[in-house]
């Protein structure tokens, strides 16, 4: 049951909102169809629409057309993008940016093979995405564990009470699939891992998905107060970063300078059941099965630790998680100023102490599989960029951050990772480059 993508797919969702139209399996020869982005377009945007068929269309003709059926706007196909498929070879851009007017509209191409667009809208960008927006914060409330969970048809409970006084393990070697031979081996030491998100699918938590997606999140509130943020209605985000925050700070013990990665198992053994082994609402896991020892590991979650207290933490766990704190100061510096100087401070120890020439696999998940992360230069990338951002807002010198995120920011250009797989979860460079 190795997944790779986790909460993220929510904030695609939520901040890139490339949804599009897609043909029907199996379409006749001869066909065509018009892609859209089914969201809409902000008003001042880039606005292409994206002619797919199965024979190439040079010259082609499209029109816009408003809801009364009048055409307000046509011109040529543009340049082929390249194939899409065997079935649809040809893929031309339709520029329709010079169209600035409020409305719903389609898309229209004639000619041997017409084709119309679904309908889309035009408009400002919280009327366009608003809707999905304020879906996804859904989403996020449905993934709460803990006691501060937000009642819905989906939550009726609270689930993982347990997780507030949860103890520590040594990281077992584990196979492909998550299985480990014989038992977990405590570290003797209790702490709170309670709230935070799962993982979408399970009740896990990772460290390595979460920050990430603390840092999507906090940047959109951030940057986007009126469609994120205080502004922003019931797509209001600031709530679910505090949220994800508190469960940051939790996962690190900033006296000893201790960080813990993972709350839970997925896979069990022959002596014990997994998260991903049963069914079941969130709320039974803490009484689950009596005092059964099999589901020992689903009433008492596990947390594993990264490693002892102050040593090198991995470069991709000490680069996104110390972006999300150093982020989590910029949100919260004037609000609540106490949540803020935990988070910059944590921030910048975590980030102090990555270990910048790892040996073997990066650490991300038990199992690897689950999120096999190989590059790290980009996380220490937007960790530097979103101190020396933290720095500025505290009215510090940002100099050494400054520095350090232009060295990543070159280690990473010129390492074997550029451009690769950009917007992906594994790949932060997009977002720290910006």
Known sequence: MARRKGLVSAVACALLAVVVSAPAAGAAAGSAFVRVNQLGYPLDAPKRAFLMSSADRPGAV???????GRTVLSGPVG???GSWSDAYPSVRTIDFSALHRPGTYTITVGGQSPATSPPFRIGSGSTVYATAIANARRFYQVQRDGADYVPSALRSAPG????EHAMTYLTPKVDGDGIFEGDLTPL?????????????????KFLHASSYTETILAA??????GRMG???????????VRFGAEWLLRMWDDRTRTLYYQVGIGSGNDDTIGDHDIWRLPQDDDAYGGTDPLYRYIRNRPVFRAGPAGSPISPNLAGR???????CYQVFHRTHPALAGRCLRAA?????????????????????????????????ELGATELARAEMAAGHDPHRYLVAATRWARAYVDGPDDAADTLNLYDTSGLAHY
């Not at 959109?220 to 107060?225: E, I, S």
């Open 160 to 163: 993982h009470l347990n997780d």
């Open 230 to 240: 205080a502004g922003a209605g019931a797509g209001d985000f600031t709530g679910e």
């Open 188 to 204: 003797r030491k209790r702490i709170d891992a309670s709230g935070g998100w799962w993982d979408a699918g399970d009740y896990l």
């Open 62 to 68: 499209f029109h816009v057309v408003d809801g009364s």
């Open 79 to 81: 340049a082929s993008t």
């Open 321 to 327: 998680d110390s972006a999300a704190l150093a982020l």
């Open 348 to 380: 910048r120890h975590i980030f102090a102490l990555a270990d910048t020439q790892p040996k073997g696999r990066l650490l991300t998940a038990i199992p690897y599989d689950y999120y096999p992360e190989t590059e790290w230069r980009d996380d220490l």
């Open 220 to 225: 959109g509130v951030r940057d986007f107060p």
